[in-house]
């Protein structure tokens, strides 16, 4: 290698051979940093032991917080069908699923939950529900903490949902011979996690169908996130269900009360 | 093209990366310009904090798979809580309490996709693995098997590792917490997990890049409901 770093430093076009070897190193070292150069070389081709736990690259805390609320009518609702609502911090149960794209073109789905889990709710009164799924009774989520780098967080408006802890029944007009128009028990929905939808609007970006989300309060994708910041995704909001009679309900032709179901909300995103 | 034109480019970048040096004393310019923040901070460190620090009031919890399958890490948090006597009013103590919450952490073999973390409010008393911290041995520590759309679908294992306890002196608030994963045949799984404590003091006081975990805070504190 001598003769090779004499070429180099007298200026001679170098000879394949001596060009070889050096590419050799420098590409060595590109990938090992100064640790290529080092006896430790070996240690860090195989990093497995080394990297994970004494180095990493760097994190990106990815935040999903509810600030949402629950409809004052929906309270009264739940203390008057014997739900337990003294708890000033009762929030709606929100499920989100987040898509995160990493620069080695690998990509993973992660899953936030955050609100009140449904035990608090139903402790001291009727448990409306037969079967209570871990997405409702496991602590809150709201935080994962990911790898750098990450090239794309995509938080799409139907992977955001939040849970309806009551049944809804869906009813509708029929007429009757000498009776008239008569209200008539269409189906029920039973409770379940519901999907947030944007609204709907024409060319010139004018809302022709208000749904959960406006155009300017619905996520958008963040790209090429800098390594080492925090992405903070906040919901505000209530959640709302329509009442016929009493009980939450509508009828299958009242397409507004449908469509904005099951209430209006904001997404926040800060990057820090 | 003879690879003799293309001989001063590398050679240039290897200069370069001489001096950039190897240290954060050491180097005449700041290696982000030549390299990646992450590949940077993943050879020397430096530019992003691995640990929260005691300033950010966070643990930093590290679910790292090393295997070549996907690991659903079943982490279980014991932290102090204060009763409210406002919800019981007939209760005696009003004092500190304990409360276990449990966490489904997703992992998947290769790529960035293997580790995952979540960040924990302290003061925390134990982390372990699987739900009941008293008993590591048994119950499900990881469920280890396929991933299918982000969810990991298989069979549990037990986690086999005692809890870290911070008032046994294993971790203290602002500290990282890894659980790291790997192949071992022979074991329930194939897998053994290996824990590591990666201190807040050991890091530097300052760093090049974004202060991740006290960033963190402030955004938590800004946006979480007023109670």
């Known amino acids: ?272 | 093209m003879s690879i003799r034109r293309w001989f001063p480019v590398p050679g240039v970048m290897v200069v370069a990366l001489l001096i950039a040096g190897c240290g954060e004393d050491t180097s005449l310019l700041d290696p982000t310009l030549f390299l990646s923040p992450s590949f940077v901070n993943y050879a020397v460190g430096g530019v992003v904090p691995l640990a929260p620090g005691e300033s950010s009031g966070f643990i930093l919890v590290r679910a790292v798979n090393r295997t070549t399958n996907a690991i659903e890490f079943v982490v279980t948090v014991e932290r102090e809580v204060f009763a409210i006597q406002t919800f019981e009013p007939d209760a005696d103590d009003t004092g500190p309490t304990t409360e276990l919450y449990t966490y489904h952490l997703q992992t998947f073999p290769g790529g960035l996709t293997n580790e995952v973390g979540i960040l924990i409010d302290c003061p925390v008393i134990r982390v372990g693995l699987g739900e009941d911290l008293n008993s590591p041995a048994d119950g499900q520590g990881l469920i280890v098997g396929t991933g299918d759309e982000g969810l990991v679908v298989g069979s549990g294992v037990p986690g086999n590792v005692n809890p870290l306890d911070s008032r046994a002196g294993n971790f203290s608030c602002g500290d990282t917490l890894v659980f790291d994963a790997i192949e071992v045949l022979g074991v329930v799984g194939n897998v053994k997990v290996n824990t590591f404590v990666l201190s807040a003091e050991g890091q530097p006081a300052t760093f090049s890049g974004p202060d991740t975990f006290n960033s963190a805070r402030s955004l938590v504190d800004q946006y979480t409901a007023e109670e």
């Open chain 1, 1 to 272: 290698m001598t003769h090779c770093w004499r070429q180099v430093l007298s200026r001679q076009q170098p000879s394949c051979g001596c060009a070889r070897a050096i590419l050799l190193i420098a590409a060595l070292a590109l990938v090992g940093g100064c640790g290529a150069l080092s006896p430790a070389f070996v240690d860090f081709a195989l990093p497995a032991e080394y990297a994970s736990t004494e180095t990493a690259r760097g994190h990106i805390p990815i935040y999903f917080l509810s600030n949402a609320q629950f409809d004052t009518e929906l309270l009264q609702y739940f203390a008057a069908i014997g739900l337990d609502v003294s708890d000033p911090n009762l929030r709606p149960r929100i499920r989100v699923i987040a898509e995160v794209r990493f620069s080695d073109g690998s990509s993973r789905n992660l899953e936030f939950l955050d609100g009140s889990d449904i035990n608090e709710m139903v402790a001291f009164g009727e448990n409306e529900g037969a079967f209570v799924s871990s997405d409702l009774t496991s602590a809150p989520l709201t935080n994962q903490v990911v790898q750098c780098d990450v090239t794309a967080i995509v938080v799409r408006p139907e992977d955001i949902e939040v849970y309806v802890p009551i049944s809804i029944t869906e009813y509708t007009w029929e007429e009757v011979e000498n009776v008239g128009m008569v209200r008539r028990y269409l189906r029920t929905y039973p409770p379940r996690f519901w999907p947030l939808r944007v609204d709907d609007v024409d060319e010139n970006l004018n809302v022709v169908t208000t749904r959960n989300l406006g155009i300017r309060d619905a996520p958008g994708p963040l790209l090429n996130v800098t390594c080492g910041s925090v992405i903070m995704f906040a919901l505000e909001g209530a959640l709302r269900v329509p009442f016929v009679g009493g009980i939450p309900s509508w009828d299958d032709d009242d397409t507004l009360q449908i469509a904005v179901f099951p209430g209006r909300y904001r997404v926040i995103t800060a990057v820090r």
